[in-house]
């Protein structure tokens, strides 16, 4: 177990994307986090794509807002399934394996979705699940598919 202050409940974090698997990863943490008296962190990561600086900044997306919004959407969807566990959303700029990396500090656990925007780009530089694996301080569980 990681060391916490006594009054905090144990936290699980998990990497939230609007894909299928993250989805089921965000409904296998809330199952867990009843079973063990946790909360969930729910965290999605946002940034800038390179080379946006080319778009003028009245035609810029706010990625940020569409983030927050991704987030809102999961979490409404599978706190409908079980509405017994705090699950706190945190829209966080950078990188998404970074910042979930950073977030799981002192967490019980990590869990992630296997798969996400990466595409081919992903398997030839490494995942988002893979990074978290090898760089995290705590467990990470890796979920494959949909809630189910």
Same mark, same amino acid.
């Given at each position: 177990?990681?060391?916490?202050?006594?009054?905090?409940?144990?936290?699980?974090?998990?990497?939230?994307?609007?894909?299928?698997?993250?989805?089921?990863?965000?409904? @296998?943490a809330?199952?867990? &986090?009843?079973? =063990?008296g /946790?909360v969930?962190?729910?965290? =999605?990561? @946002?940034?800038v794509?390179?080379?946006?600086?080319?778009?003028?900044?009245?035609?810029?997306?706010?990625?940020?807002?569409?983030?927050?919004m991704v987030l =809102?959407?999961?979490? =409404?969807?599978?706190?409908?399934?079980?509405?017994?566990?705090?699950?706190?959303?945190?829209?966080v700029?950078?990188?998404?394996?970074?910042?979930?990396?950073?977030?799981?500090?002192?967490?019980e656990?990590?869990?992630?979705g296997?798969?996400?925007?990466?595409?081919?780009?992903? /398997?030839?530089?490494?995942?988002?699940?893979?990074?978290?694996?090898?760089h &995290?301080?705590?467990?990470?569980?890796?979920?494959?598919?949909?809630?189910?």
């Amino acid at each position: 177990m990681n060391s916490r202050p006594n009054d905090e409940a144990p936290r699980i974090v998990v990497g939230v994307d609007g894909f299928e698997a993250s989805k089921a990863a965000l409904l @296998w943490a809330i199952h867990q &986090a009843k079973l =063990t008296g /946790a909360v969930v962190d729910a965290v =999605t990561a @946002w940034q800038v794509p390179a080379g946006s600086g080319l778009v003028p900044a009245a035609d810029m997306p706010d990625y940020q807002d569409d983030a927050r919004m991704v987030l =809102t959407e999961a979490i =409404t969807e599978m706190c409908m399934i079980d509405t017994e566990v705090q699950v706190r959303p945190r829209v966080v700029e950078g990188r998404a394996a970074q910042v979930l990396v950073d977030a799981a500090q002192g967490a019980e656990l990590l869990v992630v979705g296997n798969r996400g925007h990466g595409g081919l780009a992903e /398997a030839l530089l490494g995942s988002v699940s893979q990074y978290c694996v090898h760089h &995290a301080s705590c467990p990470v569980v890796i979920m494959r598919g949909k809630p189910g």
